[in-house]
């Protein structure tokens, strides 16, 4: 039986344990420049004192227009990069790999940051307007600046990337159906709509290297399990070596609900693609993990390879310790408070008990 507290080698790397940590964005940390800040490497740092195996640094931007806002981290210019070494640092000091998400917003671009773009003209965030269809020199523009951004990552000492594929964002938004209707190499049939992505992995993977880990946090319904999994299958072939499994645009499979396991029906969608790529390609799975035994039943009970904390550990950051050494933790309080974004108005209350201790 595998425990949480066995090692996983991916592509070269070994992870010291099966705790991962999920990107979990932090808006208020930052300014318009983007870089790196010292709340930031405290606050992985941290976590990574506290056991965590592997920690997949927030959803960073690629380009200064493809912020969430303009108080979001990025790896668009070099000058960016010397803050990020720090992070990197202060991981592997405490024995933690960390990989490193990039992002493009696209069409669901703040207007502050720059204009709405994406692989077809459909209604933007604000519904009032369309966004820009993208030409196929500015696609390959867009690749490039990904490309850019990992080689970037690579200098900082990261051990990887991670590009994301899910929760509605740019390379999501090639996938779904709902906004990509491209008539050309970009749209249509799963291998045009994974275009896109498989050719920023393969693009990475020739900067970057071969011991380079390339992750992407894929959409686990788009708009079935099928489908995703096939594109999952593209992003593979192409050299993925770690996924991790999350949501996406459209939703549309009866044979995903709550079923009464001791995991919820996202977490499944993890489970469905472990048993898929078992034995082939790591996979992770997410969501409502916020005790230690649920994490532990996961993994040993093989419907996991690795499994991802989001909440779990910004709540309190010694839960990977507590999931391996059985000492106590604080448990997320399951309130949707951390998720306000910029200008977050609410305290996460379970760090708030953590620091009346
Ligand atoms: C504050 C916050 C920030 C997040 N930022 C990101 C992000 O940068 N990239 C990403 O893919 N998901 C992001 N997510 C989603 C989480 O990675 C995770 O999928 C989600 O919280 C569900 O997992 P959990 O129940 O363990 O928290 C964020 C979630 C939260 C709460």
Not at 126 to 140: N, Y
Not at 345 to 356: F, I, N, Q, T, V
């Amino acid at each position: 039986m595998v425990r949480i507290s066995d090692p996983i080698i991916i592509n070269k790397t070994v992870i010291k344990n099966r705790l991962t940590m999920a990107p979990t964005v932090k808006f208020d940390y930052t300014g318009p420049d983007g870089k790196v800040t010292e709340k930031h490497i405290e606050h992985y740092r941290e976590r990574a004192e506290h056991g965590c195996g592997l920690i997949c640094v927030e959803a960073t931007a690629v380009t200064p227009g493809g912020r969430f806002a303009k108080n979001h981290m990025g790896l668009w210019e070099d000058a960016q990069i010397e803050g990020h070494k720090a992070i990197t640092e202060a991981c592997h000091q405490n024995g933690a790999a960390v990989i490193i998400q990039i992002n493009h917003t696209g069409i669901t671009a703040n207007p502050d940051c720059g204009p709405a773009i994406g692989p077809s003209a459909v209604p933007t965030r604000d519904s009032a307007t369309l966004s820009k269809e993208m030409s196929i020199d500015e696609i390959h523009e867009m690749q490039d600046c990904f490309v850019s951004a990992a080689v970037r990552a690579k200098k900082a000492g990261y051990d990887g990337v991670q590009l994301h594929g899910c929760h509605g964002y740019l390379i999501n938004q090639f996938i779904a159906k709902k906004t990509n209707h491209r008539t050309d190499v970009y749209g249509g049939s799963v291998e045009n709509r994974a275009r896109f992505a498989v050719e920023i992995i393969e693009k990475v993977r020739e900067a970057c290297g071969e011991d380079f880990i390339i992750s992407v946090r894929t959409a686990g319904i788009e708009p079935d399990v099928a489908t995703a999994i096939a594109i999952a299958e593209e992003y593979v072939k192409a050299g993925c070596d770690y996924l991790q499994v999350s949501t996406g645009i459209e939703w549309d499979d009866p044979s995903v609900a709550e079923s009464g396991e001791k995991y919820n029906k996202f977490c499944s969608l993890g489970v469905r693609f472990h048993e898929h790529f078992r034995g082939r390609v790591p996979v992770s799975c997410v969501n409502g993990i916020l005790d230690v035994s649920l994490a532990r039943y996961l993994i040993e009970n093989d419907l996991a390879d690795t499994v991802d904390l989001g909440r779990a550990v910004l709540a309190d950051p010694a839960f990977c310790e507590a999931a391996l050494e059985d000492t106590p933790y604080v448990k997320c309080f399951d309130c949707p408070r951390c998720q306000y974004g910029p200008g977050m108005l609410h305290k996460c209350p379970a760090e708030m008990k953590r620091k009346s201790r």
